[in-house]
């Protein structure tokens, strides 16, 4: 991924912040028909405008039909990343999400990711079911309210910010001109 290259050839620290990400949704999800009604959307372009994107990334995408809730993914990443499992969580997710169209909002669905991670499903289940995450999850929606972050991804330097899929060229431009410096190898 672009991210983990730009780490590896940057002394950069990365740091995940959740957004409220259509916060709105259902448990139960919507249809992306539903999510985007009212909206002048080609979704079948948006689909394969995503499937080119992800190939570029070296990423699977699906053929996704529905849209979840992702709060309380949110809140299990939040956890994980004080476990053993903070690099692979949000990949995990994503794959669940983009590629096999789970509904991450069903808790069931969180603790078997966190399983396959080699994550405790019962601690995962714990996290989930008394919601100790939530006030972690509402500082990082707090935060990214504050910085003006109104989708995903976005990256920020300091003040410098970079919205949107970018080559990874481009992300590399960004980060020297926020002032990276690249490893010595």
């Known amino acids: 991924m672009r991210v983990e290259r730009l780490q590896t050839e940057f002394d950069i620290d990365l740091k995940w912040t959740h957004f409220p990400l259509h916060p709105s949704t259902p ?82 669905v969180l603790v078997t990711i966190a399983g396959q991670l080699g994550l405790s499903e019962d601690e995962a289940f714990e996290v989930l079911r008394t919601r100790s995450s939530r006030e972690s999850v509402d500082a990082d929606w707090t935060r990214s309210q504050r910085l003006g972050v109104t989708g995903v991804p976005t990256f920020r330097i300091d003040k410098h910010v970079a919205e949107g899929a970018h080559p990874y060229e481009m992300l590399e431009k960004f980060v020297v001109h926020a002032g990276g410096e690249k490893r010595r190898l």
């Open 27 to 108: 448990e139960a999800g919507l249809t992306l028909e539903q999510l985007f009604a009212g909206r002048q959307m080609d979704i079948p372009a948006s689909k394969a405008r995503m499937v080119r994107l992800m190939a570029e990334e070296g990423l699977d995408y699906g053929d996704r039909t529905m849209t979840y809730n992702s709060r309380l993914a949110q809140e299990m990443a939040k956890w994980a990343e004080s476990e053993k499992g903070t690099q692979g969580i949000h990949r995990a997710l994503f794959r669940a999400y983009f590629v096999d169209g789970l509904n991450l909002s069903e808790i069931s």
